[in-house]
């Protein structure tokens, strides 16, 4: 089992809102959400559905946080929710799977649901850095991820949003500069063993 994959768990979590729309705006939204882990599901009612939002909130700020530079912030408030979800794991063989590992088998949807999200993520931090949580860069995208590039390049949630600044660079060519100049800050120091890192930034917004 790959516990950091978990991370994913958050990452899709505080994805299901953005500035232009709230996916966990009622139950289905919140069934769906689930539907394809049936470990972290069961009966869920406007309360569960308040309690991933609040957690939705609490994940994000992690993320803004890490983007931030505010290395203390990020770790107390994932610290935090691992101590406010902990973990009591079992080993688990139902409906004809082989054993497998439960995080957490008691609790609402909202604490197994953290439990996995949030010792993902924490996995993945310490494994690989605080550094690589990221923050969609093109304007009006909040999507969060977890840069796995070799030299730390990504700067968007996906090619869709790797595409947008170089349209806006058709309209804003003075801004998109800007931008640019802040881009080659984080990996110039990195960039050493990678001479071209910037001709792939744009290219590794892959999902
Ligand atoms: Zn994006």
Redesign the pocket.
């Known amino acids: 089992m790959d516990l950091a994959s978990y991370a994913d768990l958050a990452i899709e979590l505080v994805n299901t809102q953005d500035s232009q729309a709230d996916n966990l705006r009622d139950l289905d939204a919140l069934r769906e959400l689930l539907v394809i882990r049936p470990h972290l599901g069961g009966r869920v009612s406007h309360r569960d559905l308040d309690a991933m939002r609040e957690l939705r909130a609490q994940l994000r700020a992690v993320f803004v946080s890490a983007v931030a530079g505010d290395e203390e912030d990020a770790i107390d408030r994932l610290n935090s929710l691992l101590m406010h979800h902990p973990v009591h794991p079992q080993l688990s063989g139902h409906d004809g799977l082989r054993w497998h590992l439960h995080l957490n088998e008691g609790g609402s949807i909202q604490d197994r649901y953290a439990a996995w999200a949030a010792m993902g993520l924490a996995v993945k931090v310490s494994d690989r850095g605080l550094d690589r949580l990221r923050i969609?860069r093109?304007d009006g995208?909040e999507?969060v991820f977890f840069d796995s590039t070799a030299n730390m390049s990504q700067r968007?949630?996906?090619e869709r949003?790797a595409g947008r600044p170089s349209v806006a660079a058709a309209h804003h060519p003075s801004r998109t500069s800007a931008r640019a100049a802040i881009d080659t800050t984080v990996p110039a120091q990195r960039r050493s063993s990678q001479p071209d890192g910037r001709k792939t930034e744009a290219r590794d917004g892959g999902q």
């Open positions: 969609c093109a995208c999507r968007y949630c996906s949003c």
